[in-house]
């Protein structure tokens, strides 16, 4: 699984987009609860994208220069699952919160420093 990263340095913003969905194929926007992130979700409610303030993953900043902007996540397995991993930095977490599939990762106890995030293996439904 490929995903496809962005960072607007005049805005401090970051995006990590999930599918190779077309723009604007979001069908919902939504926080990321009680976190620096915002996801939007298509129309199955699984999260095709990721918004994030430069504060929140100062890493995405130079993957986003260094990489262009497509990065394969890697496969792993968490508690006997498959899931696709990304994690920018080595960076132990501190909490993690699950939404619709995806596991988030940050350092900190409030959600404001994203490390990384694992996509439990999900079908792909036509759009």
């Known amino acids: ?3 496809f990263i962005s960072f607007d340095a005049d805005a401090d913003m970051g995006y990590i987009a999930l599918t190779e969905s077309r723009a604007g194929s979001a ?3 939504d926080e990321i609860g009680n976190t ?3 996801a939007d979700f298509d129309r199955h409610q699984r999260i095709i994208g990721v918004e994030f303030p430069g504060e929140a993953a100062p890493e995405m ?4 220069t260094l990489t262009g902007r497509k ?7 968490l508690n006997g699952a498959r899931v696709q991993r990304f994690r920018p930095t080595a960076q ?3 909490k993690t919160l699950g939404v619709n599939g995806v596991l988030f990762y940050f350092a900190d106890h409030d959600g404001r420093h994203f490390i990384g995030f694992d996509v439990m293996d999900r079908v792909e439904k036509s759009e």
């Open 1 to 3: 699984m490929n995903i």
């Open 36 to 38: 620096a992130l915002t």
């Open 61 to 64: 900043a130079r993957l986003g």
């Open 92 to 94: 132990e977490a501190v």
């Open 71 to 77: 990065h394969k996540l890697e496969s792993a397995f």
């Open 27 to 29: 069908a919902a926007t």
